[in-house]
C-alpha cells in the first residue's frame, strides 16, 4: 500500500458526516482538486467543447461532491482514483453528453484532434473512442450506428488503447 | 481462455464506463478469481491516467477559490439543518437515594483551552514579576553598598579609638 492510499484511507476514516467532519470533505475535495483538476478540466473541456463551460463544470463537480462520493472516489484502495472521478463526472455530465456533437460531426472541431494521441488513431478508431470516453455512448449503440457487432466495435476501441500505450510506454 | 477474454475489449469497455451491467458483473468476478484480469485493467487505467495528462488544462487560479466558497457555504447550510434537527438532550433524572452524578471531565488529550480574558492577567503576573526582579537587584545592590560603608566606618572608628 503506498503512501497516497494509507493517506486517503486516514482521510475516509474521518468522512463520517458530522460537524466535525466538515473540514476534512473540503481539504479530501482540495487533495482531489489539486492532483486532477488539470486532468478532469482537460477532460471536460473535450466533452463540451466549450473552455469557459468546462471551468463552470469543474468547480460544480468539486463543490457537489459529498462525503459518499469523496469515500468512493478516495477512500477505494483497489484501483484508479482519477478513474473513478473520472467515471464520476461522466455520470454528471451525461445530460450534456447527449447535446454535443460527435467528434465526426464535427469535422472542424481541432481540440481533440490536436492531440497527439488521437491523431494517430485512424477515423474509425477515433469515432468509437471518443464516441465512448467523451459522449459516453454504449457499445451498442455504436455497433448500430457503424452497422457492425458489438465485439468489432471492443476489438476497435481495444486498438485505440493499444495505440495510447504504446505511447505511454 | 483468461487471455481471450482480456484480448474481448471488455476491459477497454469498463473502463471507459460503456459496460453493460452484466459485463461489469462477469468483469468483477473475473476480476476477484484471476490477477491477470486485475493487472490488464490497472494498466488501462494507466492507460487513461496518461491520456488525461495529455490532455490536462490547468484551471485559472481563481477556479479554487469559487469551489471553496461552495463548499463553506454547503458546510454552513450542513451545519444549521444539523443544529436544527439536534434532540435536545432528555434530562437525567436522578436516582431516589444515589445522591449527585459526577461526569468525568478529564479529557485524553494533554492540552487544556483556557479563556483569553486570562490573557492580561498572565501579562500583568509577567510585568508585576519584572518590576519585583528590579526591586529586589535595586535593594540587594544598596544593601551591598550599605553593607561596605559600615564595615568602612568600623574600620574607622577602630582607628580612632587607637
Redesign the interface.
Known sequence: MDALTKHWLNLREQLTF??AA??S??QA??EL?TN????????I??VVKD?PVA?GY??DI??GLSVGDIQYIAGTPD??T??RL??YT?NKLVSFVNTVDDCADSPDNVTIRG???IDLMTAEQQLV?CG??YH?????SLANELNKTS?E???I??Q??NI??S??K | MIQQYINSGILEAYVTGCASESEVKELLRMKAEHPEVNIALKELEADMEFLAQQMAVTPPLSTWGKISDDIDEIMLREKRELQQFKQPEPKQQEAPGTGPTYIEVEGASSHMRIHKAWRWVFAAVFILGKIFLGFAIYFYLENRQAQKQLQKLETEIQQLKR
Do not use: T, W
Request: glycine residues 8%; proline residues 2%; hydrophobic residues 35%.
Open positions: 458530522n460537524e466538515l473540514p470533505i473540503k475535495a482540495h482538486y486532477y483538476g488539470a486532468m478532469l478540466l482537460g477532460y473541456i473535450e473552455r471551468e469543474l468547480a468539486f463543490s484501483g484508479s482519477y478513474c473520472q467515471q461522466r492531440n497527439r494521441l473512442f465512448v470516453h459516453g455512448k454504449s457499445v451498442s465485439d466495435i471492443r476489438q476501441l481495444k485505440s488503447f495510447i500505450r505511447n505511454r
